[in-house]
């Protein structure tokens, strides 16, 4: 899971970098208890809402590899 989101971290797109950081962190706050397994669905699906995604970029592939990533997540919920 985090393999793709750390690639996506390092793909040197900062709104890519942003919301692969970002859905790690809700995993490690779902797993600590910090938020529930509906707070942590919610944060991780806004992550990945398609306008958002295409007003921030148009790399199609990081795009594709930033759902992935945070569907991984989201499987955990």
């Known amino acids: 899971m985090s393999n793709v989101l750390h690639e996506v ?3 040197g797109q900062p ?7 970002y859905a ?7 797993q600590n208890n910090q938020i529930t397994q509906d707070e942590a669905r919610a944060l991780l699906e806004d992550l990945i809402n398609t306008e958002k995604l295409e ?3 148009a790399d ?8 992935f990533g ?3 997540v989201l499987s955990m919920c």
């Not at 709104?15 to 950081?21: D, G, K, P, S």
């Open 60 to 67: 199609l592939q990081l795009r594709a590899a930033l759902v």
């Open 15 to 21: 709104w890519a970098a942003e919301r692969a950081q």
């Open 9 to 11: 971290i390092n793909s």
């Open 55 to 57: 007003a921030a970029g």
């Open 24 to 30: 790690l962190t809700i995993a490690e706050a779902l």
């Open 70 to 72: 945070v569907t991984q």
